[in-house]
């Protein structure tokens, strides 16, 4: 079993992801390699990402540089659990470039909602910390919901009454913080 990944891992990461690619494009991080990144936790266990567009010859380099760096890939991001978020790309902050490879933060809002219905410990306390960060605003997380909310029937893994639920008393939660 690997060890947790800490920021200078993601960093040496991201660099050996850009001198691979042979080709531009553009990698999103999620979950725990924007929560080390940003600074929040010490360690994540995995690096998930998102790629689009797709830098050419990454999936021909990522067994080499996983052993190497001794870190596990995922590739996940919210919109493969729940509905996507219109302005996702836009709201998904730079990071840096190695190489021909952008890399930024996955949309913090679309993270915080993927969070809030996974519903994991650690989701719980990432998702305080995106809000008391100020990464995500109530009024903002209140209003993705019922963007996304019609399209929850394209999900049915996705209870969305559960959903709806556990969104309002996140909500109820932060607006009694902010007082």
């Given amino acids: 079993m690997r060890g947790l990944v800490d920021s200078n891992r993601v960093s040496r990461f991201m660099e050996a992801i850009g001198d691979a690619a042979s080709g531009p494009g553009s990698i999103y991080l999620v979950g725990g390699a924007t929560a080390v990144m940003i600074g929040w936790r ?47 790309k836009e709201r998904s902050p730079f990071i840096a470039r190695h190489g021909l490879v952008d890399f930024f933060h996955y949309d913090a809002l679309a993270q915080t909602l993927a969070k809030i219905e996974r519903d994991h410990e650690t989701d719980r306390l990432d998702v305080m910390e995106m809000l008391g960060r100020g990464l995500v605003r109530i009024e903002e997380l209140e209003r993705a919901f019922l963007e996304i909310e019609p399209l929850l029937v394209r999900f049915p893994a996705i209870d969305p009454d559960a959903f709806r639920q556990k969104v309002d008393e996140v909500l109820s939660r932060s607006r009694e913080t902010t007082r």
């Fill in 42 to 88: 010490e360690g994540t266990i995995d690096v998930d990402l998102f790629m689009e567009p797709e830098p050419p010859g990454i999936f021909e380099a990522l067994p080499r540089i996983k052993d190497e760096l001794e870190i596990n890939v995922e590739l996940a991001a919210p919109h493969h659990f729940i509905p996507a978020l219109k302005g996702w």
